[in-house]
């Protein structure tokens, strides 16, 4: 069965490019300029990574949130060409991730791209077919690499507009050294029906460290995107420090999916966020099972009338992890709506915390807002902490917020039991039905790994 | 007021050497003692508002009511002690006030506070409850109006630091005109204090075209084994068909405006336990939601 | 007939006879402790298969605490005797491999699993009861003709277990996992608790519409009335943590009419 779900979700990607290119260890205005040299890169995007990086200096680490002192910007490469493989062997793979393939039931070639040893995968036939179908529709997916060379004008237009490098510290890293990423485009009416995978042109190694999305969705048009998935990525890279821009226009719709699970010695500082026009609909729809710190809160600017964001997030936090993630949805004009779940579970000492930000502006009259965030602590070692700021500037709304801490309960797990089910399968039901309400919107692989992936984790304290 | 001992702070280092300097080092202010099993059935009212420090010995029993804009009071409340303590703000003289309360709860002890705000001008409060030992509870009640330019921050931090402990929080607000309120509410649950039960709910009707609100309610959870641990917070308005209806049956706007205002703030205003200060409250709440309609 | 066969018939007849049909479930002089307390005070007891036995007494004898006790729940310590389920020494097993040797407890007030549908988790427990993967048309059309059976109203497999239920949904949900589990051996703790008669009547129909040879139930009551639908072949009373007499259609009869006190004067002589 896992074949099948294997496929579903990774198809090919492009030709490796002929030589070889890797910036020195750490971050200064001579590697930006290499960076932007070895792309052959026009002006304008130089000097947008150039005045990204003075901005990144000059600002400070956040002082609030996770501890991320163990980040030495100092280590770090911040380009590394595609091709340019630095010879992994499988053996080199922690094996708490191999033993996670091996219970997955993924096949050795996937097994092997997953950890980055391999750099090319199969099935470009496939990828080649759907193309062409897109092509036809007008719409554009490449990476942002190819995006700058073949539509420069419309990257030109929107990169930097929905989350500026002066936003943060980690926004401004990205835009001064991002390299990678989707650049998509959907023009006015079309319904993208198959949802589009970040797998369709990935190049294993450079995966997701700077990576810089940018995805426009024309007048009416409806896109589903989906990003990473279920199985671990081992990563060599300590920092991962994305940005995705989204920008919704009239009646559009978008769906962005995320699942990470990178490995316990990442640090993913992510920025996300979308600016969602009249009548339109964002939906962010996360999943957060790795990384050793994570700092994600998608959010959703709703500079529409009638424009409605849901927030859907799902966070794992197990030993030595701290997921501080949450959303920020603002509403700036009226009868704009909005829905946050926030489900997390902690165990095995692990940390969550929910940050979230709800802003209902003076002009954003009739406007709804609910949030809720629950939070399941496995054992007495672990920790969980809610931060949801609410700001409300005009009377004619409603909000409503409601957060719940808890533990699964004996009754619960008895029952269970008595049913036969032994004690790691009764804890993987009730987690389950806890996340239900967002697993619910993944594509059913996802869903169905996700569930597994959750009971191989509880198999790791329990039993 | 038999049984209650009320000295200024420096008359009191003199009776009670060694007792004040477990406490505070502050030389200037009022001290309230209660001594063991004592229960004092009357009301202690002040409206008075130096710094003031209380000491309930176990088993005492006391309702100390200040009527202050801004209060400083810190008070230590010994095992199986009980303590009311309620504040009704009406008044300001000053542009900006500020109070810091602390109660600091020993083993079964209670606390049941409450807060009735209708202040003119700026007022920002912190409050702390260290639920210290166990089976202490804490019971917290508040209520605010605001109109004008009035403006009003609270930040009320519940923390368990022993095994079964009890927080309960409920909060009701309505902001008038260009008022605003920021209201953070925040329970700690540290790991020794399992089987704790922590419940807050805060509330806001915002009738002012130009008033806002920040809430923000954060919890700090470090173990699993709770009895309950959750909290809600929800900021609306006027349901518009209960307007209508009591149009319907002859009531003005601002008759039935107050009328739903009262409904709103009912729950809170009938868990007073003392009748006298019930009645008080009431009346303080319906001459402020009658002035400037 | 020929001699041979004949003589080869009486053997079959007479070896018939000394295979004594074992019991299902025997307690053994059971002694059982929660939280320091004894509430089981000696219960001996023996459930033979393919029978139906009600187990009476009023509030508080030990009734449902036999009950978790025989499927296992932590709370309940045993602090001498023995449980035989088939002739094997149950009294350490966990629940869950109780519940995959064939036993079921139809809960009183069953727990809620919010996200949890009533379809997926019968999959889940039928497919360890079974040990096998169900094939997906086969669990449908199974689950289809079992809630027909019990008038169970289509759409309720879609909801979310016990979440929500009122009294009688509740039941129905218990019920139908009975249904589709086929167990051996079956305790339902105070099925008609919180029922009218519309709903109890269904239940009781359900119930013995699942009945089969291969099966004990053991219908665990404080009122007669259950026992007007449902026909015990025994009828055990319990009172003060022990099993003090039992008796078949009459002892019913004159519970109803006299009340649990008239009995009350039969344990203390014993």
Redesign the interface.
């Known amino acids: 069965m896992s074949n099948e779900i294997s496929t579903n979700y990774r198809y090919g990607f492009r030709d490796p490019e002929d030589y070889v290119f890797k910036t020195k260890k750490g971050l200064s205005k001579e590697v930006i300029e290499e960076i932007s040299w070895m792309k052959m890169e026009p002006e304008w995007m130089r000097v947008f990574r150039l005045k990204a990086y003075e901005i990144f200096i000059s600002k400070p680490m956040p002082s609030w949130g996770p501890n991320l002192s163990g980040l030495d910007f100092d280590e770090i490469y911040y380009y590394i060409k595609p091709v340019e493989k630095e010879g992994h062997s499988w053996e080199d793979i922690p094996s708490y991730i191999r033993n996670t393939f091996e219970k997955l039931g993924i096949p050795e070639a996937e097994k092997k791209y997953l950890a980055g040893v391999s750099a090319q995968y199969e099935s470009e036939s496939v990828y080649h077919n759907l193309k062409k179908q897109w092509e036809k529709q007008g719409v554009i997916f490449v990476d942002t690499d190819t995006a700058i060379r073949e539509y420069p004008d419309l990257v030109r237009e929107y990169i930097g507009t929905v989350v500026p490098p002066q936003d943060n510290k980690f926004a401004a890293l990205n835009s001064a050294v991002w390299s990678g990423g989707s650049f998509i485009y959907v023009p006015k009416g079309v319904y993208v029906d198959i949802p589009l995978q970040a797998y369709f042109r990935i190049n294993a190694q450079n995966a997701g460290q700077f990576e810089r999305t940018l995805i426009i969705a024309d007048e009416g048009s409806y896109l589903h995107y989906i990003e990473g998935c279920t199985a671990p990525i081992y990563s060599s890279s300590s920092l991962h420090s994305a940005v995705v821009e989204i920008i919704v226009k009239k009646g559009a719709r978008v769906r962005y999916s995320t699942v990470q699970n990178w490995s316990n010695n990442v640090y993913n500082l992510v920025t996300k966020r979308a600016f969602a026009y009249e009548d339109s609909i964002m939906e962010w729809v996360d999943g957060n099972l790795g990384s050793k710190v994570s700092m994600k809160y998608p959010s959703v600017y709703l500079y529409g009338k009638g424009a409605r964001a849901e927030l859907l997030s799902i966070a794992f936090a197990g030993k030595g992890q701290h997921q501080d993630v949450g959303g920020k949805v603002l509403h700036f004009v009226p009868y704009t709506s909005s829905n946050i779940v926030s489900k997390s579970i902690?165990k095995d000492s692990g940390h969550n915390s929910y940050r979230g930000l709800v802003y209902i502006g003076?002009e954003a009259e009739g406007s709804r807002c609910s949030v809720r965030c629950d939070?399941l602590?496995?054992?007495?070692y672990?920790?969980?902490?809610?931060?949801?700021?609410?700001?409300?500037?005009?009377?004619?709304?409603?909000?409503?917020?409601?957060?719940?801490?808890?533990?699964i309960?004996e009754?619960?797990l008895?029952?269970?039991?008595?049913?036969?089910?032994?004690?790691i399968?009764a804890n993987a039901?009730?987690i389950?039905?806890?996340?239900?309400?967002i697993t619910k919107e993944f594509p059913m692989e996802y869903a169905v790994e996700l569930n597994r992936l959750i009971k191989i984790q509880l198999e790791g304290t329990i039993g | 007021m038999e049984g209650v001992i009320s000295l200024s702070l420096k008359e009191a280092r003199n009776c009670y050497p060694g007792l004040l300097e477990r406490y505070t080092k502050k030389d200037i202010g009022v001290f309230i003692y209660v001594p063991k099993d004592i229960k004092i059935r009357m009301p202690y009212i002040t409206s008075r508002n130096p710094y003031t420090l209380i000491i309930m010995e176990p088993d005492s029993e006391l309702t100390y009511v200040s009527e202050n804009d801004s209060v400083s009071v810190e008070a230590y409340i010994g095992p199986g002690a009980h303590l009311y303590f309620l504040n009704l703000s009406r008044d300001s003289k000053d542009i900006y006030t500020d109070s810091n309360l602390s109660f600091f709860l020993k083993k079964s002890s209670i606390c049941d506070l409450f807060f009735l705000d209708l202040a003119k001008n700026r007022v920002k409060r912190d409050v702390k409850v260290s639920l210290l030992e166990e089976d202490a509870t804490s019971n917290i009640r508040g209520i605010y109006i605001l109109e004008g330019n009035e403006l009003l921050q609270y930040h009320i931090l519940q923390e368990h630091k022993a095994p079964f402990t009890t927080s309960n929080l409920v909060y009701k607000g309505i902001?008038k005109d260009d008022t605003k309120g920021l209201f953070k509410g925040e329970i700690t649950i540290e790991?020794e204090a399992?089987q704790s039960d922590a419940y807050q709910a805060n509330y806001?009707l915002?009738?002012?075209?130009?008033?806002?609100?920040?809430?923000?309610?954060?919890?700090?959870?470090?173990?699993?084994?709770?009895k309950r641990?959750?909290?809600?917070?929800?900021?609306?308005?006027i349901d518009e068909d209960i307007l209508f209806y009591m149009k319907s049956r002859g009531l003005e706007d601002k008759e039935a405006l107050k009328l739903i205002s009262i409904g709103f703030l009912e729950e809170i205003i009938e868990d007073i336990s003392s009748e006298s200060i019930k009645l008080k409250v009431l009346k303080y709440i319906e001459e402020k939601l009658e002035v400037n309609n | 007939m020929t001699c041979k066969m004949y003589s080869n018939m009486i053997i079959f007849i007479k070896i018939q006879r000394y295979i004594k049909e074992a019991d299902l479930l025997s307690i053994e002089d059971l002694y059982v402790e929660v939280e320091g307390k004894e509430v089981l005070n000696g219960v001996n007891l023996r459930i033979e298969r393919g029978r139906i036995y009600a187990l009476m007494g009023p509030n508080g004898t030990g009734k449902s605490t036999l009950a978790y006790t025989i499927?296992?729940?932590?709370k309940y310590k045993i602090t001498k005797g023995r449980i035989l389920f088939n002739d094997r020494d149950i009294s350490s097993l966990?629940?869950?491999e109780?519940?995959?040797l064939g036993i079921?407890?139809a809960?009183q007030y069953?727990?809620g699993?919010?996200?949890?549908t009533v379809a997926s988790?019968l999959k889940?427990?039928l497919n360890?009861?079974k040990g096998e993967n169900m094939p997906l048309v086969k669990f449908r059309n199974t689950l289809k003709e079992k809630m027909s059976l019990l008038e169970i109203e289509e759409g309720f497999e879609r909801r979310?277990?016990n979440d929500g239920f009122s009294g009688g949904e509740k039941k129905k949900s218990e019920i139908l996992?009975m249904a589709m589990?086929e167990p051996e051996l079956v305790i339902l703790d105070e099925i008609d608790s919180g029922l009218d008669i519309d709903a109890l009547k269904i239940v009781s129909k359900g119930i013995e519409k699942t009945f089969n040879s291969n099966m004990s139930i053991i219908i665990i009551t404080h009122y007669q009335r259950v026992l007007n639908y449902i026909k015990p072949d025994s009828i055990f009373v319990m009172m003060d943590g022990r099993i003090i007499t039992s008796g078949g259609d009459e002892l019913a009869a004159i519970l109803e009419e006299r009340g649990y006190e008239w009995l009350e004067g039969v344990a203390n002589v014993k």
Do not use: W
């Open positions: 902690s003076p939070t602590i496995l054992d007495e672990s920790r969980s902490d809610t931060y949801p700021y609410m700001k409300v500037r005009n009377r004619n709304v409603s909000l409503s917020h409601e957060a719940s801490v808890s533990k309960g009754e619960q008895f029952y269970l039991r008595s049913r036969g089910l032994d004690e399968e039901m009730v389950r039905g806890f996340i239900e309400p | 902001l790991k399992v806001t915002i009738l002012g075209e130009n008033a806002s609100i920040d809430t923000i309610p954060i919890l700090e959870i470090k173990n699993n084994d709770l641990c959750t909290h809600g917070a929800t900021v609306g308005q | 499927m296992g729940h932590p966990s629940p869950t109780r519940a995959r079921f407890l809960f069953p727990v699993i919010p996200g949890v988790f889940t427990i360890i009861r979310y277990l996992q589990l």
